[in-house]
Each structure stands twice: as C-alpha cells, then as structure tokens.
C-alpha cells in the first residue's frame, strides 16, 4: 500500500512558542487515524497543517509522494474534505449548501442533485433539502455538513471533534453511521476527538499527543480483539 499522507522534521511555532514537533509521520490510503491529547496538545494545528490550511513552519509534507508545495493549493485541496467542530454553513437551504462545492467544480446542476441526494438519504436528512440551515438542529447540522464533504468523493477527510457538541445519543448514532461510510467507502480519515469511543469506532490507529510531539500509538484493531 502507497503512503497518502507523510509528514517529516514538521515544526509549527507561532509567537515564540513551538505548537507542533513532529519529526516523522506517515500513514497509508485507506488508514483511519484519531489524534487523541489534552487540550493545547497541538491536535487540531496538526490536522489543520496535514489539511494545508496551515504553513507550517519547517519540515516537509508529502502526498502520494510528492511535497505538497508540488501541487497547486487548489488541486491538493480538491483531494480533501474538512469538517470543523461547529457545522459551517450559509443561509441557504440545505440542498443549497450541500451542493456548493459541486457548484464551485462546474458540474451541471443535474448531476449535482443526482449525487447529493443519496447521500442526504444515507445520512437521514433528505427530507430537509428545502429547509434553511440556521433551522436546523445540531445533529441535523452535523450531518447536512457531513453530506457536503462526502459528495464532492475526498480522498481524505479531516474531522475536527465532529460530534463534541451533540446529545450523547445523537452523537453515538452519528459516529456510528460515519464510520460505517468512511470504511465502506474506503476514505482515509483523520479524527481529533477527545473520546476513546470515538476513536475506537472511527479509527485503526490513535496516536496519543502533548505538547506538539506524538508521545505513543495505539493499534485498535489488536484493541478489539
């Protein structure tokens, strides 16, 4: 199997104070990783440096082995999908939002509604696509922004403590159906979560992180066993 994603001598300092220390990471198509630490462990600058929102500030970053700075910063982030810990949406209806970056690629609207649709299904919020967004629960939120990274088929996704503001039974049934589509669709995922369920179920690997440094791993599915 071919490495996505490899990470090496990664530094991020931002106002004199060093955020991130990696010197070496890397993990294959496919992988399922969670990044697990206490708060200010440098979990969410790691993943937002791996999503190229961030320059870091020395080491390099390779995707499918090439450096990152190879790829335009549209292609490389054609090939991403990001979803933060707060849906991010416009005051749109849901078909609306959920069809925005198949807008912004040039499909044809037809063809954009052919591919929400069974996603809006899979997620359980087809019978929303006419309401407006700030109508919407957290849950439904979550999922309609879930749809909206799916649709536009990332080659990774990057989920940022998706499911921290929900319900706890909203968020069990959510990780539980997210996971089963990130594994059926095989799309290599990064989690931050402050929950061992959660990267129990949505991951294969967690590494375990403070202070900016990866400090330890842990194999789930020699966890599970």
């Not at 925005?100 to 929303?128: T, Y």
């Not at 996971?179 to 095989?186: D, M, N, Q, T, V």
């Amino acid at each position: 199997m071919s490495k996505i994603i490899s990470i090496e001598n990664l530094t991020l300092v931002l106002g004199g104070r060093t955020i991130l220390d990696i010197p070496r990471l890397s993990f294959e198509e496919g992988d399922a990783i969670s990044l697990m630490g206490p708060n200010g462990a440098g979990k969410s600058s790691l993943l937002m440096v791996m999503a190229a929102l961030q320059e870091p500030t020395s080491g390099r970053l390779y995707y499918r082995g090439r450096e990152y700075s190879e790829y335009s910063e549209l292609s490389l982030h054609r090939k991403m999908a990001m979803v933060f810990q707060k849906p991010i949406m416009l005051d749109l209806s849901v078909m609306e939002n959920a069809e925005l970056g198949l807008k912004f690629r040039g499909v044809p609207r037809r063809v954009r509604l052919a591919r929400i649709r069974p996603w809006l299904e899979r997620l359980g919020v087809a019978h929303l696509e006419k309401s407006r967004a700030r109508s919407l629960s957290g849950g439904e939120a979550q999922r309609v922004v879930l749809a909206q990274s799916l649709v536009l088929e990332p080659e990774v996704i990057f989920l940022d403590e998706p499911f921290s503001n929900l319900d706890k039974d909203i968020r069990q049934e959510l990780m539980e159906q997210t996971g089963g589509l990130l594994k059926e669709h095989r799309i290599t995922t990064v989690l931050v979560t402050h929950h061992s369920k959660e990267a129990q179920a949505l991951s294969d690997t967690v590494y375990f992180m403070e202070d900016g440094r990866i400090v330890g791993f842990e194999n789930m599915k020699e966890h599970c066993r």
